[in-house]
């Protein structure tokens, strides 16, 4: 009888274990495909002058212009390709940005960052959407200077 019961304790115990552990794991699943907010920044210019100014700032963190548009205020970069010898690996970041006017005198920039990757063992190339990186604060603190320097008292237009 003894063992019976520890049996059976052991036994609710490891379900109500195993439960939390699943739900973490569905947590990590559910996080891992659901679609990642942009980034956004408010910039004190209008849509066309923080458009022009992006593409600058993409220059000075030595980016490659991939794709713009002007007409819809969008631009898509691409950092330079790291290669991993080691790893026999290569990765990319990719930025997108939209800019939208949302007063007068004032523009919303929304940036989304995505990691390209390839590999030997990997199947082909894949993307993984970036919640967190530094290279959004790092692109948001250039941008900023950029303009800064484009409104300075006489700075050339």
Same mark, same amino acid.
């Given at each position: 009888?003894?063992?019976?019961?520890?049996? =059976?304790?052991?036994?609710?115990? =490891?379900?109500?274990?195993?439960?939390?552990?699943?739900?973490?794991?569905?947590?990590?699943?559910?996080?891992?495909?659901?679609?990642?907010?942009?980034?956004?920044?408010?910039?004190?210019?209008?849509?066309?002058?923080?458009?022009?100014?992006?593409?600058?700032?993409?220059?000075? =963190?030595?980016?490659?212009?991939?794709?713009?548009?002007?007409?819809?205020?969008?631009?898509?970069?691409?950092?330079?390709?790291?290669?991993?010898?080691?790893?026999?690996?290569?990765?990319?970041?990719?930025?997108?940005?939209?800019?939208?006017?949302?007063?007068?005198?004032?523009?919303?920039?929304?940036?989304?960052?995505?990691?390209?990757?390839?590999?030997?063992?990997?199947?082909?190339?894949?993307?993984?959407?970036?919640?967190?990186?530094?290279?959004?604060?790092?692109?948001?603190?250039?941008?900023?200077?950029?303009?800064?320097?484009?409104?300075?008292?006489?700075?050339?237009?």
């Amino acid at each position: 009888m003894k063992n019976a019961a520890r049996f =059976l304790f052991a036994l609710l115990a =490891l379900v109500a274990f195993s439960g939390c552990e699943s739900d973490s794991f569905s947590n990590r699943v559910r996080d891992r495909f659901a679609a990642v907010p942009p980034k956004m920044m408010e910039c004190d210019a209008d849509a066309r002058t923080v458009y022009f100014a992006a593409q600058a700032a993409f220059k000075r =963190l030595d980016y490659t212009l991939t794709r713009s548009s002007v007409a819809g205020f969008r631009i898509e970069a691409a950092s330079r390709i790291r290669s991993s010898v080691a790893f026999r690996d290569s990765r990319q970041l990719i930025a997108q940005v939209e800019i939208a006017e949302v007063g007068p005198h004032k523009a919303e920039l929304s940036m989304r960052l995505a990691e390209q990757f390839e590999g030997q063992g990997l199947g082909g190339a894949s993307e993984l959407p970036l919640k967190e990186h530094g290279f959004y604060e790092t692109y948001f603190t250039v941008l900023q200077q950029v303009l800064q320097e484009q409104t300075a008292p006489g700075a050339a237009k």
